[in-house]
């Protein structure tokens, strides 16, 4: 029975090869959307899958509270882990962890590389495998260092004798290889390529007793809960523990939480101290966007199978009077579109091939098709039943429905139900194919609104550079032969990055206006030339003199900070941290930092002036000078004073840009979408276009024997269809209207939503199809009506 429903399918489908074509390429082209989306979403949701011990692993941010409002970080004091293991029944493992870039170099090779100090548990909980080296000794000294298999390849070639070999971390500190780890998977949250013993956290550094102290945030916490523990009671014994060790009195309540690793990629954003989302939202939209053009395309298929049920409609009847039961026409039916859904998937699979790596640059990942994985061929053999089945059912149900009497008179009354079917399908497509139109247009509108924003400094021109090695110690003789060379304005150092938030303080107090300890204030340390570099602009009093010593009790403040010291002016007013008084010197304007999307995000920035511990040099480039030509001198200079680490820069503009990432992201797969949308609309357009012309080719013979013009009948066989496309618009507006409000009310700072937007997207998706129209009517109505009205 089989082998025969598989021989009339094949026929049959030969005999109808052009809509067959048109069907088999629609839905490859649904079916590679979805698969190459669920790739990605794969890849996205198996972040940190390669640690075994997932249920019982969580990292510990904090929350504070300032003026009423909750903010959380992840950082928390240095002392927290060893005591939330010792004092907190049901945590067995913890470890504190400070993630840093050094230089490793072996002899003359060297390498910038991100590792982290860690206390000894961290091997454990994260079930790290050494392939040489001890687990157990390779952190029991503390000039001991692990690296991963990768960065001891490009530190001693191909070597397997890593074990006891000495390098130095930025050329100063030696260490000895203790062991050698496998390479991590790029999936997963906290990266490294190195680590070394905690107690070696800030080489160099003379006075570390703050870091063994609750006053100060810094350190990664995590820890690992013993099996069967519950949750809530060890995640509310964690809360109390920070007020518990704080000696002194605060007005900023400060407690830590647990965070489990499930939730680290993908839901890591907080309000008010809970989840509220992350990374999970962009992958649930593109999976349902994935779907939508899977659901297309068998809307498609359906659109063109019904289309074609007239003339099917006498074999049906026929196949009936000879026998045929309603549920072996349906069988033959499905088997057709199955036929069909494999068919586009082998075809969908040549596609992912061969886009895969552009879809890879433009994700920003390396994901492989891995076919002889059997979740990956499951998933394929799902997708392609599922379209079949869902493409497929419901010209299976109409045509197996037909009766054979009305059917083999002519009057078949129930064939009249598929031109509604057709329609309301057509108007489906186009409706989905606008809204991407118009929703890949505001996400836009939305990216230019906030990256385009005066964000109150100088990031055109800006070049960020990582300090290391001596460049704090021959500053001066770096800045001045930058500023020689005639293509660099200034230089100066700060110990964050513009973009960031720097550092919170608390506990303020001065003169004037509202003093409270509870306002959130963030701080910087900074070289004299600082505001002049980044272009911040002295709105009053003066910058700082380039002898630290005599501003070493004055300070800077910004608008925000100015307002909060009263309506006079805050120069000369005294601001208190610590029992130290400092003088207020200079005003500077506010600028945007943190959240680039925000309203609130220039809050009150006090600036000190003091650059010994530095972690960034800004260089600003003159206006209209060779970027190129610029960071050669960059470059020569650095090499000169700062001859054994790499040159790496990073433009301030790109920085800033790649905090649209993700909607980047969404915009620019939204646009690829809204494409193939109206490309598989436009072909069953063009499949039901030239459907109508074939069914009424001798009408439009006649009408060109009585004198219709071309466009005449142009206008006659495209008319029925616009009307379509313009119900799908007015569908699409408010649905897409009340959707993009909905994703901008997560933004604080967002466009308004303009009526040319609809405008423009309905302009395109009427001419789209009145072209796809056109062309098969031109075609129709250029046929010798000679020809059309031979009577067969």
């Known amino acids: 029975m ?79 882990a060893k005591d939330l293991k010792e004092e907190v029944p049901g945590i067995a493992k913890s470890a504190a962890t400070f993630g840093e870039k050094m230089l490793l170099t072996n002899g003359e090779t060297g390498i910038n590389r991100f590792g982290r100090y860690v206390q000894p548990d961290f ?62 998977p790029s999936t997963i949250t906290y990266k490294f390529d190195w680590l070394i ?65 499930k939730d680290w990629h993908l839901r890591s954003e907080f309000k008010e101290g809970k989840i509220v989302g992350g990374k999970i939202t962009l992958v649930r939209s593109l999976a349902f966007i994935a779907l939508i053009i899977l659901v297309i395309a068998c809307i498609n298929f359906m659109n063109l199978s019904t289309a074609r049920s007239g003339k099917r409609a006498n074999e049906v009847g026929v196949r009936k009077v000879l026998g045929s039961s309603k549920k072996r026409l349906i069988g033959q039916f499905l088997t057709e579109s199955m036929i069909l859904a494999v068919m586009s998937a082998t075809l969908s699979v040549v ?123 021959k500053f001066k003789p770096i800045k001045e032969e930058m500023i020689a060379s005639g293509l660099i304005d200034n230089v100066a150092l700060t110990n964050a990055n513009m973009l960031t938030g720097g550092f919170n303080g608390q506990g303020y107090r001065w003169q004037g206006g509202q003093n409270s300890k509870n306002v959130l204030v963030r701080y910087r340390f900074v070289s004299p030339n600082f505001f002049s570099t980044v272009g911040l602009n002295l709105l009053e009093g003066r910058s700082f003199n380039n002898d630290a010593m005599i501003d070493s009790t004055n300070v800077i403040i910004t608008q925000s900070f100015a307002k909060l010291m009263g309506e006079d002016s805050a120069i000369g007013k005294t601001i208190t941290d610590e029992d130290i008084n400092y003088n207020v010197v200079g005003i500077v304007n506010d600028y945007v930092y943190g959240d680039v999307y925000g309203n609130n995000n220039t809050g009150p920035v006090i600036f000190y002036n003091y650059s010994d511990n530095a972690n960034t040099m800004y260089v600003n480039l003159k206006a209209n000078v060779s970027s190129v030509d610029a960071l050669t001198v960059v470059q020569n200079v650095l090499k ?123 302009v395109v998706a009427i001419s789209i199809a009145l072209f796809t129209v056109s062309f098969q009517a031109v075609m129709a109505a250029i046929v010798n009506p000679v020809k059309s009205l031979r009577t067969e």
């Open 197 to 261: 013993p905690f107690q070696r956290f800030q080489l160099g550094q003379e006075n570390m007793a703050w870091a063994e102290r609750y006053g100060g945030n810094f350190a990664d916490t995590f820890v690992e809960l013993t099996p069967n523990t519950d949750f809530k009671t060890v995640d509310s014994k964690v809360r109390k523990m920070i007020a518990s060790k704080i000696e002194y009195e605060t007005e900023v309540p400060n407690e830590a939480f647990l965070h489990s690793i």
């Open 640 to 762: 000169k004073y700062n001859p054994t680490f790499p040159f790496e820069y990073q433009f301030e503009n790109d920085l800033f840009n790649s905090k649209f990432k993700n909607e980047a992201l969404v915009g620019d797969l939204a646009k690829i979408f809204a494409a193939l949308a109206i490309i598989i609309s436009c072909l069953g357009l063009f499949g039901l276009a030239a459907y109508t012309a074939e069914q009424r080719k001798k009408e439009i013979g006649v009408r060109k024997v009585l004198g219709s013009s071309v466009s005449g009948i142009v206008r006659l066989l495209s008319k029925d269809f616009m009307r379509l496309v313009l119900i799908a618009l007015f569908i699409a507006i408010p649905f897409a209207w009340w959707f993009m409000n909905k994703w901008l009310e997560s933004f604080a700072y967002k466009i308004t939503i303009d009526l040319w937007v609809f405008v423009i997207a309905g």
């Open 351 to 473: 596609l992912v091939v061969l886009l895969l790596p552009y879809f890879n640059t433009l994700v920003e990942k390396q994901i492989a098709l891995k076919l002889v994985d059997p979740t990956h061929v499951l998933f394929l053999l799902g997708i392609t039943l599922i379209s079949g089945l869902l493409a497929g059912w419901y010209p299976a149900l109409y045509l197996s429905s037909f009766r054979p009497a009305e059917v083999l008179k002519g009057t078949g009354k129930n064939l009249g139900h598929t031109t509604i079917i057709r329609k309301g399908l057509v108007v489906a497509q186009f409706a989905v194919s606008i809204m991407f139109i118009i929703c890949s247009t505001i996400i836009y509108q939305q990216i230019e609104h906030a990256s385009t924003r005066d964000v109150g400094y100088s990031k055109g021109t800006l070049l960020n550079l990582p300090v290391s090695g001596n460049m704090i110690e």
């Open 123 to 184: 091997l454990d909980m994260f079930s790290l495998e050494f392939l040489e080296g001890e687990k157990d000794k390779a952190l029991s000294t503390p000039d001991g260092i692990v690296l991963t298999q990768k960065t001891a390849i490009a530190l001693f070639g191909t070597d397997k004798n890593v074990l006891n070999k000495v390098l130095q971390l930025n050329s100063e500190f030696s260490f000895i290889v203790t062991g050698i780890i496998q390479d991590l």
């Open 2 to 80: 089989f082998k025969n429903y598989f021989k009339i399918a094949f026929r049959s489908l030969w005999k109808n090869k052009k809509f067959s074509a048109l069907n088999i390429f629609g839905l490859a082209i649904g079916i590679t959307c979805a698969c190459l989306i669920l790739l990605w979403v794969e890849d996205e949701v198996n972040y940190d899958g390669v640690f075994p011990n997932q249920d019982l692993l969580y990292y510990v941010p904090t929350n504070q509270t300032f003026e009423g409002e909750v903010y959380t970080y992840n950082v928390t004091p240095g002392p927290l």
